[in-house]
């Protein structure tokens, strides 16, 4: 590392106007939201003044609010300021460590969901603009969104609390500190990103035919990691645990630099101050090296373009496929095929099989380890049911919604081919209830395999993930045709915001009225005393199957409406 | 609903479009007869791909009536669709796909049967120098491979229509001359072809007629023989019919202005 080199980049070789130019297009490709006529963009800031401003109004209210029960709980309990400033000492200490895994986790899954369309991101490589500003822009950019909005809900929060408790000049440290984590941990994510794309085509060239596959599994395996870090972090106990740990173990770990900002923080609040500077200067420099590095990396694989994967060899043979003897004609059973392809093979779309996975048992299995001891039956039966009608009926609205929209502006081959409305249903249909079955048979498993539930409960679960698995895809569906968004970069965002809200609001109530006939089982296994219902579970089960099978045929209706109407207004 | 006799392969009656307060298309009337290689020309956003578009049923006219193959667009776009080979302006193909497994989907879709399919692709792929390259995935072909593939995605299925917007874009100079000669082996066949290009040589070259269109309308269409006597410049070439029928023929200033 030569570090002329370093202060050179960072001193003579940014235009700062270049920078924000870069990071403006980053933040305004993410903000394009498509008119009603799909003819021209237009640009909403309306979400991103309530996101942040939001945040800020957020982290006021939290920080007077704490402030204020400090202030009262001070006046009746003698020891209670002690114990407080204690534990925001301890909160200061850990919070950088904290922000740098949150952004770190954060930005990281930003950058894998990020759509592969190439054009998106050349554009500035051959214009007059250096790897440097290119580099630069590219980590503040990837900042923008849940990193920034937790930094501008914490920066108020603990300087308005620290008036309380007159730690003001600690807190403000703690900001700065909590700026400097996320910088880092986006610098982390950009040197990572570069080499993900290196490594990867290695990969590709070295595993030959099966690199879809290494492609695949890999993808699924880095989601699935990633979602698991995430989830301990920011759920429940996790998180908090997480602090502790970090407040009083980075000072036996102070050889990582990444709790060098925690490390600088400890010095000071402690008098430390020659070791304080100490640190201040590590951490600095290995911002700089950072930086450094990723520019470097930047300037020698930013335009590595991986090797084609090749996928098949030797003479064309076409299949003649098991969709046609299920009834499906030709044109169906190819756009089947295909989105079976987009959705092993588009790495932006293999989030789709992990999140109703991840979302759901990930706090299930965090909150079983921490009983550590046999879970009781009733709490058994809900878990069981959690476990095998969340993920399905979770994986039904997410496909649902996503199906029209992952297309993309590939959508013209839809519009311009000879394919009904019926047949665009039906196989984005058909596609839907069998992933989300698929997801049902694996999760069930686990779920009997973990809790050995009565076979009775087995088959009544099994009948109702079923039931909505068919309703919620109808339902979704439908709402994602309407809402379809085609927009590519710089993530594919299939559906747009406000139908995505009133299909999840339109989920939740049909869910619920299809599964109220099991309410007074529900009440009688957690109110004790309760007398048992009346009704027979069977009988539960068919007035269940008939609210479903109403919707499902209503909103199957409508999605072949809106499919019409799509494909009449197609307009690209 | 499809109709089976017809002298015009497309009728385009009146067509009014308009994008807020762009006039995109200013009643257009335009007959193309069946068998002849047409050639759409005019400047960046004189109407060309939104006509193209309309005659699939991809953009909805504000007023007016169109007929495809003797079919109303309007009021079965799928049969339409059904006889019309389509490439839009640097087409988006799927690129998760291979371009086997690309023109296979197409194949299907158009309920092409298994043996045909597998000729055709076949046939197609080498006389566009693509074999080799087939089983990769579309994301690694260069924008000339991507454009071979979505033109053969068009002829495949053998449309009785082809609409063409560039076609000959990005493509090396063998492709584009066996996709020159292809078309004129289609026109004996009897099947239409309704073009756009930039390249005025080129569509002086294949082209049965041609239709110039400015600002949304249909300044001049007809024969080069007869665009020549509209413009009253006999023995020019089509770039100078163009440019002094879309008045764009002075450039002598612009060219002088830049180079200051």
Known sequence: MNWKNVLHLIRVEMNWKNVLHLIRIDMKSGRFLRGKRLTRFRESKVFTYVLYGGALVLGLVVGALAGMFYVSASATDPNFAALANQGMLSLFLGLPTLVLIYSLVLTMMQQIQRSGAK?????????????GEHTLASILANLFG????????????IILFSTFTGQVVAAAATVLAVCAAAFMASAVTEVFRILQVRFIGAIYKSTGRAAIWVRFVGSLLFFLVFYIVYFYVVSGTGGIYLV???????????????????????????????????FVILSLGFIAALFYVATSLNGRYGLYEPPAITVSRGVYAPKTGLLGRLGFSTTEGALIRKDLKAFSRRRELMVVFILPIVIILAPIMQGLGQMGRPVPPEASSFL???????????????????????????????????????????SKYFFIVFFSLAILVVTGTVGFVAFHPSLRTVFVALLESVFLVFTLGSISLSNGIKGADFTEVPRPRMIRTLQSFINLILCFLVASAILF???????????????????????????????????????????????????????? | ????????????????????????????????????????????????????????????????????????????????????GYVPESPRLYEFLTGIEYLDFIGDVYG???????????EYLKALELEGREGDMISSYSEGMKQKVALISAFMYKPKLLILDEPLSGLDPRSARIVKDFLHELKAQGVTTMMSTHVLEIAQAICDRIGIMYHGKLLALGTMDELREM????????????????????IRPVVEELLK
């Not at chain 2, 092409?112 to 076949?122: F, G, L, W």
């Not at chain 2, 413009?231 to 002075?250: M, R, V």
């Open chain 1, 119 to 131: 054009f998106s991101s050349q554009a500035p490589y051959w214009l007059p603009i250096t790897w």
């Open chain 1, 146 to 157: 849940f990193p920034l909005v937790s930094i501008v809900f914490i920066a108020p929060a």
């Open chain 1, 244 to 278: 502790q740990t970090i407040a009083s173990a980075q000072s036996t770990i102070w050889f990582i630099p990444f709790v060098w900002l925690g490390m600088t923080l400890y010095s000071f609040l402690n008098g430390l101050i020659l070791q304080g500077i100490a």
């Open chain 1, 384 to 426: 069981v049911a959690l476990v095998f009608l969340l993920p399905s009926a979770a994986m039904a609205t997410m496909l649902g919604t996503f199906m029209i929209g992952e297309e993309g502006m590939t959508i013209w081959r839809i519009y311009s081919s000879p394919i009904s409305p019926n047949s665009l249903v039906k």
């Open chain 1, 517 to 572: 006939p099991f309410a007074p089982y529900l009440l009688s296994s957690f109110v004790p005393g309760l007398a048992q219902p009346l009704m027979d579970l069977y009988v539960a089960v068919v007035l269940s199957s008939i609210i479903a099978a109403f919707t499902t045929l209503i909103f199957y209706r409508i999605s072949i409406k809106n499919a019409d109407e799509l494909l009449r207004k197609a307009e690209t």
């Open chain 2, 1 to 84: 609903m499809m109709a089976t006799d017809y002298s015009s392969a497309v009728e385009i009656k009146r067509i009014v479009k308009r994008y807020g307060e762009i006039l995109a298309l200013d009643n257009v009337d335009l007959s193309i007869r069946s068998g002849e290689i047409f050639g759409l020309l005019g400047p960046n956003g004189s109407g060309k791909s939104t006509t193209m578009k309309m005659l699939l049923g991809l953009v909805q006219p504000d007023s007016g009536t169109l007929s495809v193959l003797g079919i109303d667009v309007k009021k079965d776009p799928v049969a339409v669709k059904r006889l019309v």
């Open chain 2, 112 to 122: 092409m049967q298994t043996e045909a399919k597998k000729a055709r692709i076949n």
């Open chain 2, 231 to 250: 413009a009253k410049l006999p023995d020019s070439a089509l770039e100078d019919i163009f440019l002094k029928l879309t008045g764009t023929g002075d």
